[in-house]
């Protein structure tokens, strides 16, 4: 299935290449282990045909890429977008961040994504990674093929899928979906129903572990200043490595107050955490109460809509409420 | 060489932690990281840690001095103190060879006091590997996964850890703990031996066992810095320090000052090369865009410092990288690449 | 412990002097507390002046190792801490580590040679320490010429020194220029490179350059229409540093660091850097 997927979406990239209406394709580059895929620029049939791959590990978010590569050339490039990748498109759109004429954008169906580390607890050595209709096949050094049936190795991410609908393509290859009614703020209310206390200790201990490489951050469709406040010299938050241990909180939390209203909760924070931090947390309890408080909001679901933390109306609560919340809420 | 029964192993790390603070890999829901030793912690079973040793002794952040400033005048006031003595426990043979490429440059004149400091207080215990991942290339760089250096060398057999005293730090450590150890017989020796026969036969199998690193080294500053290939390998890099960070061999470093608000706390922390404020000044900067901070990053480990240190690389095939990069971009990948048909 | 030397580890500076140079540049006298030279160190090196609190950065040192008093730093005012550096009054104090880098070959690729030296702006500043030690020291070289140009009168570095002392001297030829007419200038006027072409030096005396990228590009390139091989002339490089002793990775360039390797390079060398400075 995965094989006559790619084949569909390898024929497609290069018809497009091949009638000039794209010079360029952004796709997922082959690695050497089958599950290391790595963003690539392809131009050519040939070079589709030889390292394009397209299965439940191409986990990469080619929205933010389009911001720098639009500027690259006067054709259209090509970008494979996922449906949770379409509302990312949409809100870097919104906040005119790449010029739409530039870019031709082919939604593909998805059954979701797997997160390799959680295959990589269960077997040693993986070299080889297939997939055979909901299974996932690894051939490993120590383990023998092992077996998994993909819902259980899902990404957080994909467990909690938001949405199976594209909301921004030129062509769609495949079935669309609709919106899921799904249950990812389950965690978040976990989190609230913690004292503070409990709650402090929870991000102390997640948080205690960042390295501060800044992956989050370089990774996040919503992250697209052109100088960010911590390469700021003059911001005063612009050290490397905690200068004291309330600033490595204090990064997450600014970065996640700089997203609020603009996150569309893509969840690629937490997959390229080198230390499996849950941040995309943070960004869903402000979605969670954006939501609260101003009714349902998602982010990058149109072009050009307005968050409600940026668009005041006279039904707005007034900040002593989410005060008076906070108190009930321990 | 001495042994001792893994059912005992909390008292061999009792008795070591009586000679200094010990430090050994655990599992947490994160991966396995460094902690201190307390009464009953266990020792992963994980081919190895997420973030490198080299914390021990280039730590991610710490303080250099600090200042009092009155007035017009400043006392600079030197807060070094001798560091404890401790043992780190554990470390693969490719953090060990990593612990030499950071000496060539901490102990290279004008040594560095912060690190050597750390660097003389620290027994280091290896642990042979017995089952490499995928991801592991330390072959390539001439380190033997089943015969790792250190003070004192471990193997962990099914039933019993194995230690051999290298150095005379490494004999002081075991003499200190002969109490819970017992000398190995021959049949022991025979069995380690045996381990090492297996081990080396898997690391001869391994996906990249036939990596190499032979079209790199000292002079090819000019073969390789203006090579079309840096293009794709750098255009998805996200400009992260990721890499860097989790490297065993990276380390570069930035200064700071702090200012606590009674005074001024000078420190330094880890930086990263693939960063776009790196070389920025006020006059210009010299790398422009992630092409030039990616090339900057494998030029280095695979030319210009094996360029100075006769012939070693700055990269130890620890296969960190591979694991955690967000973009899926790596060394065997820029080796492969660049190296073409020589790297296998 | 604490006795141990550490490289990073500075020594108090006191700036006993201000001299304002040009709008934008300084020049800063520091000795130590006790009214001595903080350290010794050789024609082009540099030093790590800091401001606790503020920062640290790189200047090379403007006066001549023949100064045995003090030291000099010309410091333009482009940055954190340089806009610090100009805003204090003598009395302060400042921290101050070094010498750092590889310095000009004074006493031996110089000895015995004719000297001409070419600077812009603020390049004067790490060329006046090896121009004083070759006046110190004027029997161990032959003529001297110098090349100083800047954007305008007002901007000349060393202005006083220049006229007072250097154009006085025997066998030391000074030529001014300024980009632009102005009325109190009936000097040369227009671009050093071109200047130095004008000129037409001759080629038996080594060539020392230093100022902004355009103007070492071009005077190279004209020096060596003059006949100028490469390995005849030498310039001094600036990248970011941080550390001053090739370990923080800053300021590596190919496998050399210019904080340890430079920041004194003759052109030879620098063709066998990769380009990236």
């Known amino acids: 299935m995965q094989e006559i997927k ?16 794209v010079d360029r394709v952004f796709g997922w580059r082959r690695g050497e282990f089958d599950y290391d895929i790595t963003p690539a620029l392809f131009y050519s ?3 589709l045909e030889k390292d394009f791959v397209w299965n439940s590990m191409c986990g990469a978010n080619f929205s933010k890429y389009l911001v720098k590569e639009t500027g690259k050339s006067e054709k259209k490039v090509l970008v494979f977008l996922k449906p949770c990748d379409t509302y990312s498109f949409n809100q ?24 390799i580390s959680k295959v990589k607890a269960e077997c040693d050595g993986i070299f080889a990674v297939r997939e055979d209709g909901d299974n996932i096949i690894t051939e490993t050094l120590y383990d023998g093929e092992k077996t998994f049936a993909k819902k259980d190795v899902l990404a957080e991410r994909c467990l909690n899928c938001k949405s199976k609908k594209h909301v921004a393509y030129d062509e769609l290859i495949g079935e669309d979906g609709d919106v899921i009614d799904c ?69 997450h939390i600014i970065r996640a107050f700089h997203v609020a209203g603009r996150c569309t909760d893509c969840g690629e924070c937490s997959r390229v955490c080198p230390q499996h931090i849950p941040l995309h947390l943070l960004n869903r309890k402000f979605i969670k109460d954006i939501d609260t408080f101003y009714g349902d909001y998602q982010a990058g679901a149109e072009v050009g809509s307005r968050a409600p933390v940026v668009n005041y109306t006279v039904d707005d609560p007034e900040p002593g409420e989410a005060v008076m919340r906070g108190d009930t809420n321990g | 060489m001495v042994k001792i029964s893994l059912e005992k192993i909390n008292d061999f790390f009792a008795a070591v932690a009586a000679h200094g603070t010990l430090y050994i890999p655990v599992d947490t829901s994160a991966g396995a990281k460094y902690e201190k030793w307390e009464n009953g912690k266990k020792l992963s079973d994980a081919l190895n840690t997420v973030r490198s040793p080299k914390d021990f002794f280039f730590p991610q952040t710490e303080n250099l001095m600090e200042f009092k400033t009155e007035g017009n005048k400043i006392e600079i006031i030197d807060t070094r103190t001798e560091h404890e003595d401790f043992v780190v426990f554990g470390v693969r043979a490719c953090d060990v060879k990593s612990f030499e490429v950071l000496d060539k440059v901490f102990l290279s004149e004008p040594v560095d006091s912060f690190y050597k400091n750390r660097r003389e207080h620290a027994v280091t215990v290896s642990l042979a590997c017995t089952k490499p991942h995928e991801t592991c290339f330390c072959g390539t760089f001439g380190i033997d996964a089943a015969e790792p250096g250190g003070d004192v060398v471990c193997y962990k057999t099914a039933d019993a850890l194995f230690l051999d005293a290298k150095t005379e730090k490494g004999e002081k450590l075991l003499a200190s703990v002969v109490s819970v150890t017992e000398k190995a017989e021959k049949a022991d020796e025979a069995e380690v031996e045996e381990q090492k026969k297996t081990v080396r036969d898997r690391l001869s199998k391994l996906p990249l066992a036939n990596l190499k690193a032979d079209a790199f080294g000292d002079g090819k500053t000019s073969k390789f810095f203006n090579a079309p290939e840096w293009k794709e390998l750098s255009e998805s890099c996200l400009g992260c320090g990721t890499c860097t960070f989790v490297c065993p061999t990276c380390q570069c470093y930035d200064i700071k000052d702090f200012n606590t608000g009674s005074g001024v706390k000078r420190f330094r922390c880890w930086d990263s090369c693939m960063y776009s404020d790196f070389t920025k000044m006020s006059a210009g900067q010299p ?46 990948k820029v080796m492969k690449k660049l190296g073409g048909g020589e790297n296998g | 412990m604490a006795e141990m030397f550490d490289p990073l580890i500075p020594k108090i500076g006191v700036v006993t002097d201000i001299r304002i140079d040009t709008p934008d ?32 950065a790189m200047f090379s040192i403007t006066s001549s190792p023949t100064n045995t008093e003090y030291m000099e730093f010309s410091i333009k005012k482009c940055g954190c801490v340089t806009d610090w550096l100009h805003s204090m009054e003598v009395g302060q104090e400042i921290t101050i580590r ?58 000349l570095v060393d202005y006083k020194e220049i006229i007072d002392e250097w154009a006085n001297d025997k066998n030391v030829n000074v030529y001014l220029t300024i980009d632009r007419e102005q009325p109190d200038w009936d000097g040369h006027v227009g671009f050093v490179p071109n200047y130095v072409k004008e000129l037409g030096f001759s080629t038996d005396k080594i060539a020392v350059l230093c100022g902004p990228p355009i103007m070492i590009k071009f005077t190279l390139a004209g020096l060596q229409e003059l006949g100028f ?33 430079g920041p004194v390079f003759r052109f030879d060398e620098i063709d066998e850097l990769p380009d990236e400075y």
């Open chain 1, 6 to 21: 790619r084949k569909a979406l390898i024929s497609k990239a290069s018809e497009l290449l091949k009638n000039g209406t």
């Open chain 1, 45 to 47: 049939a040939e070079e």
């Open chain 1, 92 to 115: 870097l759109l919104t906040e005119h961040r790449f010029d739409r004429e530039k870019v031709y954008a082919v939604g593909i169906e998805c059954g979701g994504m797997i997160d």
């Open chain 1, 183 to 251: 249950n990812r703020f389950d965690e978040v209310e976990i989190l609230e129903k913690m004292s503070p206390d409990e709650r402090f200790a929870f991000w102390q201990n997640e948080l205690s572990r960042c390295i501060r490489c800044n992956a989050c951050r370089d990774v996040c469709p919503a992250c697209t200043c052109e100088k960010c406040v911590f390469d700021n010299p003059a911001s005063g938050v612009e050290n490397k490595a905690a200068a004291n241990s309330f600033e490595e909180k204090m990064f």
């Open chain 2, 287 to 332: 790398r422009l865009t992630q092409l030039e901070r990616f090339r900057q990053r494998f030029m280095h480990k695979l030319v210009y410092f094996p360029t100075n240190n006769d012939g070693m690389f700055s990269c130890v095939g620890c296969g960190r990288c591979i694991n955690k990069c967000p973009i899926q971009m790596n060394i065997v």
């Open chain 3, 25 to 56: 540049v300084k020049t800063f006298r520091v000795v130590t507390p006790d009214g001595k030279k903080a350290f010794d160190h050789r024609p082009g090196q540099c030093a790590m002046l800091s401001v606790p609190g503020v920062g640290e």
């Open chain 3, 98 to 155: 070094g010498p750092y880098g590889r310095p000009f070959p004074v006493d031996t690729e110089f000895a015995g040679h004719d000297m001409l030296f070419v600077a812009g702006g603020i390049g004067l500043a790490p060329l006046r320490s090896v121009i004083n030690y070759c006046r110190h020291y004027r029997d161990r070289y032959g003529k001297i010429d110098i090349v100083y140009g800047s954007r305008s009168k007002q901007d």
């Open chain 3, 229 to 261: 091989d490469k390995t005849q002339v030498y310039t001094t490089m600036e990248l970011r540093m941080k550390c001053g002793i090739g370990k923080c990775g800053r300021c590596n360039i190919g496998a050399k660091y210019v904080c340890k390797d």
